[in-house]
């Protein structure tokens, strides 16, 4: 077939779980409600740390600073796929489609990152504790905010652009709730060879750098606390990591369950839906039913309500 009879595709279809029928409607009001769930307590982490003076420190900083970042990631995605959810149209334009995969790829890596930049904090504050403060000042603090951002957005940008420059001629139809890298390339008319072999390459900077730089940071960490003599310093110690430990530990796995698995598998969907909506959602409650200083922030806001009420 000559290249000028070829039909170019200026949308695509998200089929999403259009194959589920009734179920969607009440999928549709489960996400909707994980959603909201989401947003409200990423949001509550934020406006905590910033009206609590006792939280202004690196650490819950950063800790808003990944609230924020969760907050824009799930509204780029599941907006979108509520309405998919429930319209009889599923489609999305050409450049939409790849703007939602530059940005949320963008995300995604800088998350990653965002998660080294907080393990390189608890290990400076462990490790360096009488030098913490001074070289942990706020301009270094928002410069290492932004680092995860500008390496997300460069990390990002190459596989995107040579998606994007893929042939496509039909089908156009997305067996994903979402534009991603893997369902993309398979519907090229040209070759994805390329493409792919950037993708995956870019992976590796994307996750599995940022993977390595977290676990060998917290390898330092926990021989540093096992030297440490004083059982009550060791527990205070393993408390400030604990939070953040588990949300790496929860990110990282569900992004290997994601991308590591065989895909064309009937629960590939699924899977990314937890990784898209169920860990920004666990997230705050990772920091707040784990952290005694949060919650002593929440009590104490509650308190100056009822305080306020009274007069």
Excluded: W
């Amino acid at each position: 077939m000559d290249k000028a009879n070829k039909t170019t595709v200026e949308e695509f279809i998200l089929l999403a779980f259009s194959d589920l029928y009734q179920l969607q409607i009440l999928l549709f009001i489960v996400t909707l409600l994980v959603y909201i769930m989401c947003v409200f307590g990423n949001c509550l982490i934020v406006i905590i740390v910033r009206a609590e003076p006792s939280l202004h420190t690196p650490m819950y900083f950063f800790i808003s600073t990944l609230s924020t970042l969760d907050i824009i990631y799930v509204s780029l995605v599941i907006p979108n796929l509520l309405a998919n959810l429930i319209a009889a149209k599923k489609s999305i334009s050409f450049n939409g489609c790849f703007i939602q995969l530059f940005v949320g790829a963008s995300l995604g890596t800088a998350e990653g990152y965002l998660l080294a930049v907080m393990a390189f904090d608890r290990y400076l504050a462990i490790n360096k504790p009488l030098q913490y403060v001074s070289i942990m000042t706020r301009q270094v603090c928002v410069q290492l905010a932004l680092l995860p951002f500008i390496v997300g957005i460069v990390i990002a940008l190459i596989p995107t652009v040579f998606t994007a420059g893929l042939e496509f001629c039909g089908p156009n139809e997305v067996h994903h709730f979402l534009c991603d890298f893997g369902p993309l390339q398979a519907l090229a008319c040209s070759r994805p060879y390329m493409s792919q072999m950037v993708t995956n390459s870019g992976a590796i900077f994307a996750f599995g750098l940022p993977f390595v730089i977290t676990v060998g940071l917290y390898i330092h960490i926990i021989i540093i606390i096992s030297n440490i003599k004083s059982s009550e310093s060791k527990r205070k110690a393993f408390s400030t990591c604990s939070s953040h430990l588990t949300v790496a530990g929860l990110f990282y796995i569900t992004t290997i369950i994601v991308y590591a698995v065989p895909k064309g598998t009937q629960y590939d969907k699924f899977f990314a839906l937890i990784y898209t909506v169920i860990t920004p959602l666990l997230n705050p409650f990772i920091y707040t039913l784990r952290n005694k200083d949060v919650k002593r922030a929440l009590i104490n806001s509650r308190r100056l309500k009822l305080c306020q009420g009274s007069f």
